[in-house]
């Protein structure tokens, strides 16, 4: 399984918020990432087939945009509570009686991405999954115990931290940058650039800083008790430029050169520790193998997959893939978790691999 970090401080300073009043440092995990969160804007909704599919993509037809989740208006926002800890509990109650109650390091493994709030994520999600049993409590007053949380250095990283520096990958991003679709999306939002560019600061602000913008008022979005939007934004506006984040971050994985390289290690890594498993080389013991990691990397682990949320994964959302033995063939299920305190779990069919999956047929389909 991979997930996403919980809830963190933004990631990088703009001239209209003070990156002084995060406490924690710029992208941080916070306390409400850890274990309690005033939720993002999103609630669970139908699934996008056929004639829904968001129009950029209409031209793949192989390719699935599943609307599981739709904005609220950014004037008000559901309450929900638990990020990695609650995460690590719902882990607990599904796969509890397959993991046993005591944490075996031969059998569990967590691999996290050399930042903090991915370290500290998935620290508070074992303190979820693995609550120390009476024997392997070392103080009473204290219900946790230490779980180890590898990781590799970011430079070398190239399962969990999609933008390593790889001349392909910037070729192929730069070449998409520049292309109609590009050229067309930032016509089509040309009013909303412009204003962006008058009202935030930001020394000559173009499409591609949009992100920035973004992450920064969801950020105060979400600690809006402590932290206010300035006063040239909006409900209507943040809705704005929510949609168009979605829609660009997308292009990351836009073609299959992105896709692969992108996407394609991780899953790469999970094939062959699926076939491992298969073939007796880690005897019975190994059962769960985690990442923690970020939204890019949920984001093109599934785009690798050909299905595309129509939000960026949220925080603490998860993607788990589950070897099953069915009829004596390995089968492959995918599932999909987006909001930590709604028990609704998502089943993706793998485009180019009918249901059952078997995992000869994943290969196939992701090797195509």
């Not at 990397?297 to 993607?319: Q, W």
């Not at 069919?349 to 999956?357: K, W």
Request: glycine share 6%; net charge neutral.
């Amino acid at each position: 399984m991979a997930w996403r970090h919980g809830d963190r401080t933004p990631a990088t300073p703009v001239p209209f918020s003070d990156a002084s009043t995060w406490s924690e440092g710029l992208g941080e995990l916070t306390r409400k990432g850890i274990a309690e969160a005033r939720g993002g804007p999103y609630q669970v909704n139908k699934v996008l087939t056929g004639s829904d599919f968001d129009q950029e993509f209409s031209h793949y037809p192989t390719f699935v945009v599943h609307k599981h989740i739709a904005p609220l208006r950014a004037s008000y926002c559901c309450v929900f509570a638990a990020q990695q800890y609650r995460l690590g509990k719902w882990l607990r109650a599904r796969y509890g009686m397959w993991i046993g109650n005591r944490f075996d390091r031969s059998e569990i493994f967590i691999r996290s991405s050399d930042y903090n709030r991915t370290i500290m994520s998935a620290q508070a999600n074992m303190a979820g999954l693995f609550p120390p049993t009476k024997s392997e409590m070392w103080d009473k007053e204290m219900p946790w115990q230490p779980i180890p949380v590898h990781t590799v250095p970011k430079a070398i990283d190239k399962e969990l931290y999609e933008d390593i520096n790889c001349p392909t990958i910037k070729q192929e991003f730069s070449a998409l940058w520049r292309s109609e679709l590009v050229r067309r999306m930032e016509s089509e939002n040309k009013e909303l650039v412009e204003y962006l560019r008058e009202k935030t600061g930001i020394p000559n602000f173009e499409f591609r800083q949009l992100w920035m913008v973004f992450d920064n008022l969801f950020c105060m979005l979400q600690h809006n008790d402590t932290h206010k939007w300035p006063s040239w934004v909006n409900a209507s506006i943040f809705d704005r430029i929510h949609k168009l984040y979605d829609a660009s971050s997308r292009l990351k994985y836009h073609t299959d050169v992105l896709r692969r390289l992108r996407g394609g290690p991780l899953l790469k890594d999970i094939i062959q520790r699926f076939e491992a498993k298969i073939n007796g080389n880690l005897g019975d013991k190994p059962k769960l193998y985690a990442y923690s990691a970020h939204d890019t990397t949920l984001a093109a682990m599934l785009a690798a997959m050909g299905i595309y949320p129509e939000r960026f994964p949220p925080y603490a959302s998860a993607v788990l893939l589950e070897l099953h033995k069915k009829d004596g063939r390995f089968v492959l299920e995918v599932y999909y978790k987006n909001v930590t305190d709604v028990d609704e779990l998502y089943h993706y069919n793998i485009p180019g691999c009918e249901d059952p999956c078997t995992l000869d047929a994943f290969k196939s389909a992701m090797y195509r």
